[in-house]
């Protein structure tokens, strides 16, 4: 297994130390962990990178992109999604949910704010290019 130099960036840019949604109340990050990034000889360029993300109770993401396919599959709790000019698409346990490259996600978050979600991702993305870009 090879881990890709961009997940600490990822994870940074995910976590609530990065950035928060309102200074006076931040939302708590998630905790985002590298499972396995894979180069893709078949599409020459591209690799896959799976992660996994636990967001505690209340906890929320920043507005980011990812320049990539990615793929979500919630494995506890419930979690809110989003991309600009979509509807928010509340998800448990189950069931997965999708954003393409030019997405821009403005809403992921947890629909709880007393149990932890938890959540697996996996992104066909650019090889060396980073996992998660903050903002729009």
Do not use: C
């Amino acid at each position: 297994m090879r881990v890709h130099h961009s997940l600490a960036l990822a994870a940074l840019l995910l976590s609530g130390s990065a950035l928060a949604q309102h200074p006076a109340h931040p939302a708590p990050g998630p905790v985002v962990k590298p499972v396995l990034t894979k180069a893709l000889p078949e599409y020459p360029g591209k690799e896959g990178l799976v992660l996994t993300v636990d967001y505690p109770p209340g906890g929320s993401s920043p507005l980011h992109h990812h320049d990539a396919y990615a793929f979500v599959y919630v494995i506890e709790g419930s979690v809110v999604m989003a991309v600009k000019g979509g509807k928010e698409v509340t998800l448990t346990a189950g069931q997965s949910w999708s954003e393409a490259p030019g997405d821009i996600h403005t809403v992921s978050r947890n629909a709880s704010n007393d149990k932890p979600a938890k959540f697996v991702v996996f992104l066909l993305k650019d090889a060396g290019k980073p996992a998660v870009i903050p903002g729009a």
